[in-house]
Nanobody, 119 residues
Framework: QVQLVESGGGLVQPGGSLRLSCVASGSIFRIYAMGWYRQAPGKQRELVAAITSGYRTSYADSVKGRFTISRDNAKKMVYLQMNSLKPEDTAVYYC?????????????WGQGTQVTVSS
């Protein structure tokens, strides 16, 4: 059974940075792509960033140049480094295990971590 646990959220001022972490268990982590999503109040969950098993990355236009996704297969971890944060980045952030080596969403979700960007 796949389990994902996110951490690292919190309250940060506009322009600040946060690093989110997600640890996975229960599957062969290195062969799967991983994704980070976010969901703001009253909005649909949206894909923010994804990383393939071959370390190829992709980003939503709204976060390009500010967010960086990375992975550490030995630790079964995926990270989201978020810089130059804006109030519109406020949301619950979730990690998702992909369905294969290239990213496609699955039903494997963590519990989410709240990110609030406010002065």
């Amino acid at each position: 059974q796949v389990q994902l646990v996110e951490s690292g959220g919190g309250l940060v001022q506009p322009g600040g940075s946060l690093r989110l972490s997600c640890v996975a268990s229960g599957s062969i982590f290195r062969i799967y792509a991983m994704g980070w999503y976010r969901q703001a109040p009253g909005k649909q969950r949206e894909l923010v960033a994804a990383i393939t098993s071959g370390y190829r990355t992709s980003y939503a236009d709204s976060v390009k140049g500010r967010f960086t996704i990375s992975r550490d297969n030995a630790k079964k971890m995926v990270y989201l480094q978020m810089n130059s944060l804006k109030p519109e980045d406020t949301a619950v952030y979730y990690c998702n295990r992909g369905g294969g080596s290239d990213y496609s969403p699955t039903d494997y979700w963590g519990q989410g971590t709240q990110v609030t960007v406010s002065s």
